[in-house]
Every structure is written in structure tokens, then in C-alpha cells.
């Protein structure tokens, strides 16, 4: 392949960096902000000798979705380099963007080695109540409902962005592996059989920095979906809302509050929580023809909080923005060596927190599917299941907050009929309350349509507590390989020790797979790799109704499959979940 002319491509040096441009109505934005980090530009290597760069995996942006798959790469040792066009995180001086985090994405960031970071800033949260007018209509509580309880994470907790971004930068620091280069934009991409290329300029200049492997996580407007001929296809809504994030001098109650219409609100929409810092986010829905500039404003906002707080209340702002939403994905999550993450593949409606969320499961998705390509562990046919089952889960969560919005803002009659009907029943009716739809909260995406995942696969585990063999305790995570040689787990529930554990590890030599024997008693196992499920919490987590079988874990705490010694081959499954049955290796 011809090198890249980098005497030509360096022709922009003297051309001044220009700052990054503010996006999604921020420009608009009041209040005295936030105080963000800023990292140093460092010349890299390439540039400073007038060579052409390289790497394994190129991630282009450092938001959310982008410095998780940072830092779970980092995590597994893959080399790779992450640039990003500005020199901070979160929005420089606006927004704080997403701040609820379900489960699923804390159970993620524990593995990562930031969650107790979070846990500590942020709040946790477990109520939920649904007023229309002045009626509570619809509670809940997250700590009652099924499919929470197993996991030592907690169902939610509320954090600014910037913090969980501020977080993974630190431990990609820590871990090293990976390289994060700041004020760096990319302007240019083409890739071929041979790998990809990207044009990257910076305030010293311009370089090229050759890749295996190219990660779009730039957001909504990423400048890729055109270079790649990707297609979009999706809606945008009228519907306009405004963020107050403001502190009080008395805290309003430590619940998720909802307005499905809020008669200090003129009728409309309003939520209502709590974030680190003591800081409140408040959203009001404004109506469809709304000024961006004119509701920003922070005396309007304050009016707004003075009539549902009262005259009287101390308040401080923090920031103020407008918002309105569209929901779009892409045709591929995949084109060759390029992949499309986050808001880079998919916007949803911020609905039941599916945003940002989702972005962290799709980074988890892809980490430990690059790093098992890159250390020779699989095919390179396994990348191909990211689109597999990532596009599935985010044309489920298009969906799902689609419902969500058409509820708040109905656009038809058919619509507005049926929003009348609800409200008019819920107020009296117990079974009208679960159809008032102001946000379907997030959970893990189910893969059904994967072809890695065999019998009973495709649902995540939840991060359960087991004791070891020496009486300490770990969780699941800690059975999840971080770089070494193995990529699965295969867990044998029984008795250990039993000719089954013996033929089954035989069976399995050569394969990149840990094969632990679990046990409910506490019966020693001799030599044997085993662990302690004395509660069964374990079993329970990876949905085995008896107290034999086997299940095999991803390393994104994902079951590739399931079922029973006597009928299941576990050795099937694990060639499967590699992509090697497909490929035809033995």
C-alpha cells in the first residue's frame, strides 16, 4: 500500500486550532457553569519527527462511550489511541449532559475500577413518584422490583457526566496501554484492506495516523457516518424542553419527582432529581414553537422555580440549556474496519436514561470482541456480532422511548385520545397507572438475534458476591478475564471433583475458556478451581433452576449459553460464543 504524502497532509500547520463549537442548542446556555478539567495537547510522536503513526484501535472521540471503551481496552492491555477535538470532558462551561446510570453501567465501571469513585459523588435513589396536577398517580420502588436485587450495585444512581468521563480518564491514566490525545480533530478517514487511515490535526499541525481498527464515538454529528456512506434513518420531534441544574438552600425530598402535567409548569411536563454536588436537575417541557435563547434565560428559569418552589426559596443556578430530541440509528453499526458507537449510531429520545447508557453497553460490547481478535483468541468474524447485537438492542431502545415521547407530546388524535383515556382512569384506577408512560427506565438489552449466543444465551448477569476457597469473598467481575489468556468462563454447578469437571476441562484444552467448579456446600474440592455459591445467588443470577449444569459467561458479563451436562455440550457453546464454529475452525 503507498505511505500517505505527510509532507503535504502537514501543509495546514500555520493554520490556527479553532475551538471546538458548541452543539444541541448549548450556545444558548446561562448560568455560571461548571469548573472542568483541562488536559495538555502533547505533540505525539508522528508529528514531532514527520512519520506516519499507528495503532491497533483508533477511538475517535473522548465522551462517554469513547473513554469507556478506552479504559475497558486499556483494562485487557490492547495498544490503542484515543483523540479527541477538545481538551476537556463533559461540555466546556455547559451541560453535565446524562446523569442517570443504571445497573448494568455501574456493574461495568466496577469492573473498569471506577465505580466506588461514583458510588461515593454521586446519589442513589430508589423512589419514584408520577403526579398528574396536584394527584400522585403511580410510585415505585427500584429496590422492590424484580431484577435489581442480586447484583451488589445498586439499581441507579444519579451523577453528573462529566465526573463518570473525569473518572475513566484517570484510570486510562493508571492502566496505561492507552493513549489519549487531546486537541486532536480528525478531518480525514479512508480505509482499504490493509487498514484504515485518519488525517488528525492539532494545534502543532497535521499528521496521519495509521489503524487496524477505527472506533467512530464523535456523537450525533459525526463527520464518519458521511466519509463511510452510512445511512440514518429516524424522526425528530417539536417537542422542546429546558434543563434548570440549580441548588437550594432546603433540599427538596431525596425522590425522583415526574409532572406529567404541573399546573406551575402551564399544563406541561416537569422532572425532577437529584445529582452529586446537591445540585438538582430540573426539566421542563416547553411548548413546541419555545425560543431556544428566550427559555434559557435564567430569569425566566428562576421564575419558572419560584412558582414550583414557592416566592420564597434560595436557589442558586448553575446552568440553564434548551434541548429537543430526535431518534435515529444507523443502517450498520459496522463498515469493514470501522465501527459506529454511542450517539455516533444511534440518538434516542433521554427517556428512561437509554442514552448514555446504552453507549457504555455498546463499548463493553466491543472491548473484550477487539481484544480477543487482536491477541489471535478469535476470528475476525466475531467483530461482526457487534452490529449483531448491538443494532438489535438499539432499535429496542428506539422503540421503547419513541412510546415514551409520543405519550409525553401526543401528536395524533389517535394519540391524544388515548393519553386522555389514561390520565382520566389513573387518577382513580390502580391498572390505568401502569400505562401513564413517562419513561421506561433502562435495563441490559436482551440479544436474541446473535449468532454467538447458543441455548438460553444473550441476557446479562448480574454482578453477584461468592466466597472463595480460602473463605474470602469476590464478585463475578472478578472472574472476568482481564488480558490474560483466557476469554470465557465456564462455570459447573455441582458437585466438584466429579469425573463430569475432568472430561469437560479436557475436552476444552486449547481453548481460551477458565472451566470453575461452583459449589453450594462447603465441601473442600481438593485442587480443583472452584468457588463457593453457599446461597445460590450465583445459579440464580445465571438463571439454572436446579443445582447442576453449566453456564458460560462473556467477558461482558453476558451468558453465551447454558443447560445441563447430561443433554448441552459446553465445549459447542464456547467454540460458538468465539465465532470459531462459523469460521469453520477446529
Not at 474496519?337 to 440518538?347: I, P
Not at 438489552?445 to 454467538?452: F, H, I, M
Request: charged share 25%.
Amino acid at each position: 500500500m503507498p505511505q500517505p504524502d505527510v509532507r503535504h497532509t502537514m501543509s495546514s500547520a500555520e493554520q490556527p486550532y479553532a475551538a471546538s463549537p458548541y452543539t444541541n442548542g448549548y450556545e444558548f446556555s446561562q448560568g455560571r457553569g461548571y469548573a472542568l478539567p483541562e488536559y495538555p495537547f502533547v505533540p505525539p510522536p508522528a508529528l514531532v519527527e514527520g512519520t506516519v503513526g499507528r495503532c491497533q484501535v483508533a477511538i475517535v472521540g473522548g465522551g462517554l462511550s469513547g473513554l469507556t471503551l478506552a479504559c475497558a481496552l486499556a483494562r485487557q492491555g490492547v495498544e490503542a489511541v484515543l483523540l479527541d477535538e477538545d481538551n476537556t470532558v463533559g461540555v466546556k462551561g455547559a451541560s453535565s449532559r446524562g446523569i442517570c446510570y443504571t445497573q448494568k453501567s455501574l456493574e461495568i465501571f466496577q469492573r473498569l475500577g471506577i465505580f466506588e469513585r461514583i458510588a461515593a459523588k454521586g446519589i442513589q435513589w430508589r423512589v419514584g413518584r408520577t403526579y398528574l396536577d396536584d394527584d400522585e398517580i403511580y410510585a415505585f420502588d427500584l429496590q422492590r422490583q424484580p431484577g435489581f436485587e442480586l447484583s451488589e450495585q445498586p439499581p441507579f444512581i444519579n451523577i453528573q457526566q462529566f465526573y463518570v468521563e473525569g473518572y475513566l480518564v484517570e484510570r486510562i491514566m493508571e492502566l496505561g496501554h492507552v493513549e489519549l490525545r487531546w486537541s486532536s480533530r480528525v478531518t480525514g478517514f479512508r480505509m482499504d484492506e490493509d487498514g484504515a487511515r485518519l488525517e488528525v490535526q492539532t494545534p502543532a499541525g497535521q499528521y496521519v495516523l495509521q489503524a487496524d481498527y477505527v472506533v467512530d464515538a464523535t456523537g450525533s454529528r459525526s463527520p464518519f457516518r458521511a466519509w463511510a456512506g452510512a445511512q440514518m434513518s429516524g424522526q425528530r420531534s417539536d417537542d422542546r424542553w429546558c434543563i434548570a441544574d440549580v441548588r437550594f438552600a432546603d433540599q427538596p425530598p431525596l425522590e425522583r419527582h415526574t409532572w406529567v402535567e404541573a399546573p406551575f409548569n402551564e399544563g406541561r411536563a416537569v422532572w425532577q432529581h437529584l445529582m452529586g454536588d446537591g445540585v438538582w436537575r430540573i426539566d421542563y417541557q416547553m411548548a413546541p414553537d419555545a425560543d431556544p435563547r428566550e427559555i434559557s434565560r435564567e430569569d425566566i428559569v428562576r421564575e419558572r422555580l419560584a412558582q414550583q418552589f414557592g416566592a420564597d426559596c434560595e436557589v442558586e443556578v448553575l446552568w440553564v440549556g434548551p434541548w429537543m430530541y430526535r431518534s435515529e440509528c444507523i443502517d450498520r453499526m459496522r463498515y469493514h474496519r470501522l465501527f459506529f458507537m454511542g450517539d455516533a449510531a444511534k440518538v434516542v429520545s433521554p427517556f428512561g436514561a437509554r442514552g448514555g447508557n446504552t453507549g457504555v453497553a455498546d463499548a463493553d460490547n466491543l472491548a473484550w470482541k477487539l481484544a480477543a481478535v487482536t491477541r489471535g483468541a478469535a476470528p475476525p468474524e466475531l467483530l461482526e456480532t457487534y452490529h449483531d447485537e448491538r443494532h438489535e438492542a438499539a432499535l429496542v431502545n428506539i422503540a421503547v422511548t419513541d412510546r415514551t415521547a409520543r405519550f409525553m407530546r401526543a401528536r395524533t388524535a389517535t394519540e391524544r385520545l388515548f393519553r386522555s383515556a389514561v390520565l382520566s382512569l389513573a387518577r382513580q384506577h390502580p391498572f390505568a397507572r401502569s400505562f401513564v408512560n413517562t419513561g421506561r427506565m433502562a435495563v441490559a438489552n436482551r440479544y436474541t438475534r446473535s449468532p454467538v449466543c447458543g441455548l438460553h444465551g444473550g441476557t446479562s448477569v448480574q454482578n453477584v458476591r461468592f466466597t472463595r476457597p480460602n473463605g474470602t469473598q469476590a464478585l463475578l467481575n472478578d472472574l472476568l478475564e482481564s488480558g490474560g489468556p483466557h476469554v470465557l468462563v465456564l462455570l459447573l454447578f455441582g458437585r466438584p471433583g466429579q469425573a463430569d469437571d475432568s472430561l469437560q476441562r479436557e475436552r476444552l484444552a486449547g481453548l481460551p475458556v477458565r472451566c470453575i467448579a461452583v459449589q453450594e456446600g462447603q465441601a473442600s474440592a481438593g485442587g480443583i478451581d472452584h468457588i463457593v455459591d453457599a446461597e445460590g445467588r450465583l445459579r440464580r443470577a445465571c438463571m439454572l433452576p436446579a443445582t447442576s449444569g453449566w453456564a458460560l459467561l462473556r467477558p461482558d458479563a453476558y451468558l453465551a449459553a447454558a443447560g445441563s451436562l447430561e443433554h448441552d455440550d459446553p465445549v459447542a457453546a464456547v467454540r460458538t460464543a468465539l465465532g470459531l464454529a462459523a469460521k469453520g475452525i477446529q
